[in-house]
């Protein structure tokens, strides 16, 4: 083989070799990229089906319910203008309340989010920008709704 087709032939296996390490690489990440939504946009079915996800928002005020079993917990999370059920299986972290914010990672199985870890915020001054924004038009929507006046026909 003459030295000119070796060269190519290394810059071809090299090119080919860079293309699967990248490749690799690429779909590494889209396995382990996991995505965040409000229960508004659950509810609208803007949530992946059979992927793994996240949900935050606050919890609801009363929703908490542990099964007799001592690991298993039913609790509510919203968004102030949707709600979803969140079922979890194991120890909580020690800053989760009700009426403060988390965000569970899980699936959506029949209407029940079935989580896999809880999250919950570590100081009442922060959360995700997104759910911040989904709280924020809830209770603008929820404002609106209390606030309109529906003003009856005048007869003659």
Known sequence: MKPRHRRIVLIV?????????????????????????????????EAPKGRAF??????????????????????????TAKSIPVAYKGV??????????????????NGLFVASEVLAKHDENY???????AMKKGQAINEKATHTIVNPPQGK
């Open 13 to 45: 296996a090299g090119v080919a070799g860079l293309g699967i390490a990248a490749w690799l690489v690429l779909s590494a990440f889209q396995q382990n990229l996991v995505f965040f939504f409000t229960p508004t946009q659950v509810a609208a079915n």
């Open 54 to 79: 996240r949900v935050g928002g606050m919890v609801e005020v009363g929703s908490v319910k542990r099964q007799p079993d001592g690991v298993t917990v039913q609790f509510v999370v919203t968004d």
């Open 92 to 109: 909580l972290p020690d800053l989760f309340r009700e009426g403060k914010g988390v965000v569970t990672q899980g699936r959506l199985e």
């Open 127 to 133: 959360m995700p920008p997104e759910a911040a924004d």
